[in-house]
């Protein structure tokens, strides 16, 4: 009975410690994150020049966008761990979904 009683709770803690265990990082995480910073930079200059520009410029832009946040958000999700991985993932999925609504109401299916 005891047995049975320590087996039961192993495989309820089971699901805990694997949550709990580091993940394998790729070996390029480093580099990869650096670039990531550094496009992150490039990319607000690029959204500040297109501010002003006409819709079609703008529209092009922001689609571009998506596709990089979407990429970025990749690398984060790959190469966090923890508070870190949390918060960058949500910033990006919360950038991701402004821009996807901001391209359906400005700039429909073009």
């Known amino acids: 009975m005891i047995v049975r009683a320590a087996v039961a709770a192993l495989l309820t803690l089971l699901p805990t410690l694997a949550l709990a265990q580091p993940r394998p990082v790729p070996a390029t995480c480093t580099r990869d994150l650096f670039q990531n910073e550094a496009a992150m930079r490039q990319r607000q200059y690029r959204m500040q020049q297109v501010a002003a520009a006409d819709q079609p410029t703008q529209c092009a832009a922001w ?22 991985r949390e918060e960058n993932v949500g910033q990006m999925d919360q950038s991701l979904a402004d821009y996807r609504v901001l391209l359906a109401n400005r700039c429909g299916r073009r």
């Open 63 to 84: 689609r571009d966008h998506v596709g990089f946040l979407q990429k970025a958000r990749s690398v984060f999700a790959t190469c966090q761990s923890g508070r870190e």
